[in-house]
């Protein structure tokens, strides 16, 4: 409850939203009232028993949540419902659905602007269904609150699952009649005030054309939002020292670390990558001076930004002056961390802007990631519930063997008293193939849901969708439903498969043993499981993919009589042969390089390759731009060497 109300004053800081009404008509009302009614019908036997029904004034949103209710409804039943607008007679023998802040919703007593960002009501009466929330969308704010009802009632009630983009990716279960569900009221929270996976799949060197390209961000944005992804509350503040080399280098020149070789500046031209003295007091009261100036530009960032630049472990070291120094705790906790543990004195730096800026405002929020050498916790330090750490946890390959890292880094800061935001970078790695690790990281996530987490900042969909489904699918599975088990959210996902569910469960239980190889040659050579790209063949070999294809074909003749899961078999195989093909390139150019004159080996590889992402790039591979193509190019280097 504690963290509840702590998302609830920040979400009424941001939103202008009185805390008093917060607790009165949000926290008092989630319980859940229920009769032995199952409800109104809303579709029977091929007839329309409702109608679905928008304020006259409707937004987007709420056109988009009338839509999207519409044509699941239809696909599940044959049926498609009217839609009208609150102005419009309604028959008498007609029941109602109301969407958003229609008369009648409003009548009935719900208030559905005054919730908090993204709450929304389901209410049942005799003959009518209310799925409204608050519907409001700015810049880097959104409250999709109607939009959320919807999706929340489609999974609930009709059964939807949304395993991946797309209509062959949406499970909708078909059924003779539809209910609205048992009379009673509920209000749904959103779990998390900030949640959002970067979609990466445009790059300026792709050569696919971009047609294709926006149609698959388009879809796989609408699979993140009916997974409720949504920013209630903008955590997406970069690197705030970016521009200070070129701000201050000259006048101030204290602001920044203190070099071995005893000078403060960059180490080369990348100046956005220089560190800071963070014990510096003008540096304090600078980043102060410039939240002031920001959060009057830019009304719904509010928080004090203190992201610490990236930096190269080697050539951007942290500061080693004396006051730097003085701040971290003796002895040294990880003695032979590389790059050496500060984090206490990043902590402290943070309570130090904290207090300047509390001089302003006394409910000042400090935004701050943990990352390299500040990943770990403060040990001598504790912090407060208005500073936000954003947690970039390490990993290796595979990711099973962090568990133990994850929980020493999230509950070392956890006990700090901050709040904490999950900002992994576990979705760039895996390539092109089939790289599960859906349990692994769906024990970290639901540890750091226990612990604090408030929100979730993921790098990046890069869109794997078919070798990589079960872990995008519990990514956004659990970002809705946190309190799930890992084992629900799987079985849901194969059970999404029908008469495969089983078979497919095999095939991705045998990949996601391939991925916890413990190869240490691999390990100490190419490190994390981003490099797979330039070293998978080390592990995905060819009689991996034997015993892949024979799973699905398994598969295949489960699936046979049923024409939508048969379609999701062939999905899984088309992708499966693209790894494959990709691995055989990634073996030409390994033998080329012991022998260049297997050049036209290597150059037949990438051909067959391109020629197959170019044949199914419409349907399935337009995520090609930012993950397998952009790998080949930056990681495995033999597109260096072809034409």
């Known amino acids: ?58 937004d987007a949103d709420v056109k988009l949540a009338s839509e999207e209710l519409c044509n ?180 101030n020149p204290e602001f920044f670390a203190l070099r071995p070789d005893g000078t403060r500046r960059p180490f080369d031209e990348r100046s956005e990558l220089v560190q800071m003295c963070v014990s510096q007091s003008k540096l304090h009261k600078q980043v102060v001076e410039d939240w002031l100036v920001h959060r009057k530009k830019v009304p719904y960032m509010p928080f004090v930004n203190c992201n610490e630049n990236d930096r190269r472990i080697n050539e951007d070291p942290s500061c080693i002056c004396d006051a730097c120094k003085a701040w971290d705790p003796k002895p040294n906790p990880f003695p032979l961390a590389n790059p050496p543990f500060v984090s206490d004195r990043y902590a402290k730096s943070w309570l130090a802007v904290q207090t300047e800026a509390r001089k302003i405002d006394p409910d000042a929020v400090v935004f701050a990631y943990a990352y390299m050498g500040y ?17 970039v946890p390490q990993y290796e390959y595979p990711l099973a063997k962090t568990d133990t890292t994850f929980k020493r880094i999230w509950g070392g800061w956890y006990k700090t008293g901050a709040r904490l935001s999950l900002r992994p970078n576990y979705f760039l790695d895996g390539y092109c193939l089939p790289f599960i690790f859906a349990r692994e990281f769906g024990n970290e996530f639901k540890y750091a ?71 240490s040659t691999f390990k100490k050579k190419y490190g994390m499981g981003s490099s797979l790209s330039r070293a998978g063949e080390s592990i995905y070999t060819e009689q991996t993919f034997v015993e892949g294809n024979k799973l699905l074909a398994s598969a295949r003749v489960a699936a046979a009589k049923s024409s939508e ?18 691995m055989e390139t990634l073996m030409a150019y390994r033998k080329y390089e012991s022998n260049p004159e297997l050049l036209p080996n290597l150059q037949k590889a990438k051909d067959t390759l391109d020629a197959y992402r170019m044949r199914y790039y419409d349907e399935y591979f337009s995520a090609v731009n930012w993950g397998s193509n952009y790998q080949d190019e930056v990681s495995s280097g033999w597109r260096k060497v072809v034409k």
């Open 72 to 251: 699941h409804i239809e696909k599940a039943t044959k049926v498609r419902l009217s839609i009208i607008t609150d102005d419009s007679p309604i028959p008498a023998s007609m029941n109602r659905i109301y969407l958003g802040a229609c008369h009648r919703t409003l009548q009935a007593g719900l208030m559905p602007d005054e919730l908090i960002s993204n709450y929304f009501y389901v209410k049942v009466a005799v003959n009518e269904l209310f799925l409204a929330g608050k519907d409001k969308m700015e810049k880097e704010k959104e409250s999709r609150g109607t939009l959320f009802a919807v999706y929340h009632w489609l999974d609930t009630q009709l059964g939807v699952k949304w395993l991946w983009p797309g209509e062959v990716g949406t499970v909708i279960p078909k059924t003779e009649i539809v209910t609205s569900g048992a009379e009673g009221q509920q209000l749904i929270m959103a779990p998390f005030i900030h949640s959002r996976m970067w979609v990466g799949y445009q790059r300026d060197k792709s050569p696919y054309s971009d047609s294709a390209t926006v149609v698959c961000t388009t879809q796989s944005k609408t699979w993140l939002t009916r997974h409720r992804m949504v920013e209630s509350v903008s955590f997406n503040y970069p690197e705030n020292f970016l521009t200070y080399w070129d701000r201050f280098g000259k006048t």
């Open 449 to 519: 849901f226990e612990h604090g987490m408030i929100g979730t900042d993921f790098c990046a969909l890069t869109g794997m969708w078919g070798t990589q489904g079960p872990n995008l699918y519990m990514a956004g599975r659990l970002q809705d439903k946190p309190d799930m088990s890992v084992d629900a959210v799987l079985d849901e996902y194969y059970n999404g498969f029908g008469p495969a569910a089983k078979q497919i469960r095999a095939y991705f239980d045998y990949w996601e043993q391939i991925s916890l190889r413990k190869d």
């Open 565 to 582: 899961d048969l379609k999701r078999v062939e999905y899984l195989e088309v992708w499966l042969k693209h790894a494959e093909l990709a």
């Open 1 to 58: 409850m504690k963290k509840l109300l702590f998302v609830a004053l920040l979400i009424a800081f941001n939103t202008n939203i009185n805390v008093s009404t917060i607790f009165a008509s949000d926290f008092g009302n989630t319980s859940e009232i229920k009769t032995k009614s199952e409800g109104f019908e809303i579709a029977k036997a091929g007839i329309a028993k409702a109608v679905i029904v928008i304020p006259a004034s409707a």
């Open 375 to 391: 990943v770990d916790a403060p040990v001598e330090t504790k912090l407060n519930e208005n500073i936000i750490v954003s947690i």
